[in-house]
């Protein structure tokens, strides 16, 4: 089969009727230039966060198969309202729950962990000519019970689904452009990033980077899929994160932990003299009291005994990402 695309948009991207054309609009794009795309969808805005709450309502003592039966309903509700609408436009398409799309998981219900991907009927769909759309962060499990993966798991999905298709990669697309040098909400003068590895965006997401679920980024990792992160709502380039060499020891972000923890992370960190040395000056002549300094292979993490400021925060970026 010629390449396949994975196309994978967010709960803000389909949050309304309008924002679902603009997210049609942007697959019709891509299917012009590349005959097999693929496409992983969120729940509507905040669906699934109204779904749980009302769960909760009713008893403190949810059962978890339940719940995975009820949130998944989200996902397929906007996989199906993307496919009338694709359809209406003249572009063929068909929604899939994640059952219908060969994902197979183990019993953990909130948190299930995808065991293998029979992707024989997403194959046959492709091979028929239409766009599949598949509901993002659920699989069944032996029981054919549905599961879900955790908060934000239809990111994960999409790298699972790449990976299981060969895909040549994996766009996920949300309300961001792109992965920044630090929080721009917190930090003025940041700058967006053209390329990082996963190592480095795995970096960033344990230290709290709410970017992408972190497990599609060790699937990434795996099976060596590019992940591209764009705006759904405009052309700006976005941020490519995959294995390519990055001979340089640059500091890619700075990020901060809690209110005590700052990491400074780029592949080959612990190699650049010259960042250790501007980090500890920073921290003498800002006269900050220091309980730890950890360095390893792509991170600098430095806790602090006391609350450290977004201006500290920025302080330090501007000295050291710029
Ligand atoms: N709808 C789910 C959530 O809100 C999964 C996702 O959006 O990735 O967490
Ligand atoms: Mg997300």
């Avoid at 709960?11 to 794009?29: F, H, P």
């Avoid at 992707?119 to 028929?128: A, F, G, P, V, Y």
Wanted: charge should be neutral.
């Amino acid at each position: 089969m010629e390449d396949i695309i994975i196309l994978k948009f967010g709960g803000s991207s389909v949050s309304n009727n309008e924002n679902l054309k603009i997210v049609a609009n942007k697959i019709i794009d891509f299917k012009n230039n590349n005959p097999n795309i693929v496409v992983i969808l969120s729940a509507q805005g905040k669906t699934t966060d109204k779904l749980i709450n009302e769960a909760y309502e009713l008893t403190e003592e949810v059962n978890k198969r339940e719940l995975d039966a009820l949130v998944s309903c989200g996902e397929q509700m906007s996989a199906a309202k993307l496919s009338i609408l694709l359809n209406s436009l003249g572009f063929p398409s068909v929604s899939l729950t994640g059952w219908q799309a060969g994902i197979y998981t183990n019993n953990t219900n909130q948190d299930a962990l995808i065991e293998n991907i029979n992707t024989k009927r997403i194959c046959s769909e492709l091979e028929s000519g239409n766009i599949v759309i598949i509901t993002g962060f659920q699989g069944i499990n032996e029981n054919l019970d549905i599961t879900t993966f955790g908060r934000g798991g239809s990111d994960t999905t999409a790298v699972a689904v790449a990976a299981a298709l060969k895909a040549k990669n994996c766009y996920i697309f949300s309300d961001v452009d792109g992965i920044y040098s630090s929080d721009p909400n917190k930090v003025h003068g940041t700058k967006k990033l053209t390329k990082l590895s996963y190592d480095e965006m795995l970096e960033l997401s344990n230290e709290g980077a709410k970017v992408l679920h972190n497990r599609c980024i060790e699937i990434g990792k795996k099976y060596n899929i590019p992940i591209i992160t764009k705006s759904t709502f405009n052309d700006n380039y976005g941020t490519v994160i995959s294995n390519q060499k990055i001979e340089k020891n640059e500091i890619k972000s700075i990020i901060k932990k809690d209110v005590s923890r700052i990491s400074i992370i780029g592949n080959g960190i612990i190699r650049n003299t010259d960042a250790m040395i501007k980090a500890i000056n920073f921290i003498k002549q800002n006269k900050l009291e220091m309980l730890e300094f950890n360095i390893s292979e792509s991170k600098i993490s430095i806790t602090f005994k006391n609350f450290v400021s977004d201006k500290i925060l920025e302080k330090l970026h501007n000295e050291i990402c710029i």
